[in-house]
């Protein structure tokens, strides 16, 4: 009570109002102060932290959308989207919106950084140098090594006919050999052992790890100070540390045993190669990294989506088989399937597109920044510097786009789209066609941060 005492009492004042008048402002007068949202979050960081750490933001999104409607506010300066005709303002090629410092946890000191960069001018070059590696035409040369693990796959689950296993874990151990093929022409060896060697708990706390800390990066960087003085406790750690090391081990190895297999590391090799300055070593390890640390995870997770929804809807599961049936007794489908064989099944590819629809890997928006000239979106001003972003789960629920029926799982819509518009029915339609159907599935992103991978993760699908 003493030391209270000696406090002056303006400066006692001065603490008891500045909470007070902080709160005011945000509540009537911040220029986003009329849109809707929870009251916490308003005012703090701290909600968007604690429902990122939840890892519910998926759901938590699409009921205030339900709620709120086209903007909702989640942080003192951030806002929720779901107005289609801001889609392409904000993420359509040329878009003057930059990427969030959300992004920079991802980063850390990396220099070269497909998925984190936010300097546009910097990721068109550094795309431009990578791009050929990830390309339909690439994909040739990749299937062959896809098809040795289908084949490994394929026979471990013979050895558990009648066994109940974890579906889940075998398609992560699927999707992380097969990345292991098509980057270093090799298998981890995890289907074989039946197990991993720890990546996937590495991942899995990187992933929880940048998701609520990137919302408050300030701590990141206070705690990438003190690193030397603490230790690292935080799990996204893994993707600049243990993983990167895995990656820069495999590279080492593949230089050393050599191969005649195009996969992906030989194109980058090609590429450093022929610009070393501009795509120098740690380039080169920073994209087998990318490649290990997201490649596997969000393939598995979409692969689960689709085996998911076919076992809780027999009656789709019944026609897909019923397609695959047909086209192998006509003599149309090889073991294992090729791309341009599955390509010509259109039930698949709807349950392919309905199932990442209802289940895209990413649940979190993908933050941007608002240009210096501000913008208007869904009918509003939004000044310089806002957050702004889009959640997949909830644009994939848009009903003008995908139907009332929304939270079905039913492929059909995407055949019965195609053939309206293949007959030339729905002309004139702003919004509900096929066309539409493909241009807000965001379950790769869009515009020109549109992931890089897509085609390698559609072809191991």
């Known amino acids: 009570m003493p030391a209270l005492l000696a406090i002056p009492w303006p400066t006692i004042i001065l603490l008891a109002i500045a909470p007070l008048t902080w709160v005011v402002y945000q509540r009537f007068f911040h220029p986003l102060a009329s849109i809707p949202g929870p ?23 699409i009921a205030l959308h339900k709620k709120h409607g086209p903007l909702v506010r989640t942080g003192p300066n951030e806002l929720s989207v779901a107005d289609l005709a801001a889609i392409k303002t904000i993420y ?16 850390g000191h990396r220099k070269f950084d497909l998925f984190a960069e936010r300097n546009e001018k910097i990721h068109a070059q550094q795309r431009r140098l990578v791009s050929r590696a990830y390309s339909m035409e690439a994909l040739k040369d990749l ?12 026979s471990k689950m013979s050895t558990f006919k009648d066994q109940s296993i974890d579906m889940g874990k075998w398609t992560q151990l699927f999707a992380f050999d097969i990345i292991g093929e098509v980057t270093f022409s090799k298998s981890f060896g995890f289907m074989e052992a039946g197990s991993d060697d720890g990546s996937f708990t590495a991942i899995e706390t990187a992933l929880r790890s940048a998701a609520w800390i990137g919302q408050v990066p300030w701590l990141y960087w206070l705690h990438d100070a003190l690193v030397p003085y603490i ?34 590391l030989s194109n980058l090799l090609a590429t450093h190669t022929a610009q070393p ?35 809780k809807n027999p009656a789709c599961k019944t026609i897909l088989v019923a397609e695959l049936d047909a086209a192998r007794k006509e003599g149309k489908l090889s073991l294992p399937v090729s791309l341009a064989q599955a390509d010509r099944l259109p039930y698949l590819q709807a349950v392919m597109y309905e199932a990442l629809r209802l289940h895209p890997a990413v649940g979190m928006s993908l933050p941007r920044i608002s240009p210096s000239s501000g913008a208007t979106i869904a009918g ?43 007959e030339g029915k729905g002309e004139g339609e702003k919004v509900g066609g096929y066309g539409d159907m493909q241009r807000f599935f965001f379950a790769f992103g869009a515009g020109a941060r549109m992931c890089l991978g897509r085609n390698i993760s559609w072809m191991e699908m």
């Open 92 to 107: 359509g090629a040329g878009t003057p919106f930059r990427k969030s410092d959300w992004y920079s946890v991802w980063q």
């Open 39 to 61: 009251f916490l979050a308003s005012l703090t960081r701290l909600w968007m932290t604690k429902h990122s750490w939840d890892g519910d933001m998926n759901t938590t999104m």
């Open 231 to 264: 230790g690292s406790h935080l799990g996204i750690a893994a993707r600049h540390g243990s993983l990167r090391t895995t990656a820069s081990n495999e590279i080492t190895a593949r230089q050393s045993r050599g191969s005649d297999r195009k996969d992906i």
């Open 380 to 422: 509003r001003f939004v000044p310089a510097g806002t957050t702004v972003g889009a959640n997949p789960w909830v644009i994939h629920r848009d009903s003008q786009v995908f139907g009332d029926d929304v939270e079905t799982f039913r492929p059909e819509r995407w055949i019965e789209k195609s053939q309206a518009e293949s």
């Open 143 to 154: 299937e062959p090594h896809v098809n040795a693990a289908i084949e490994t796959f394929l």
């Open 277 to 311: 300055e501009a795509f120098n070593s740690e380039a080169l390890t920073s994209m087998a990294t990318s490649n290990i640390f997201a490649g596997s995870d969000t393939t598995a997770i979409s692969t689960r989506a689709i085996l998911y929804h076919l076992l």
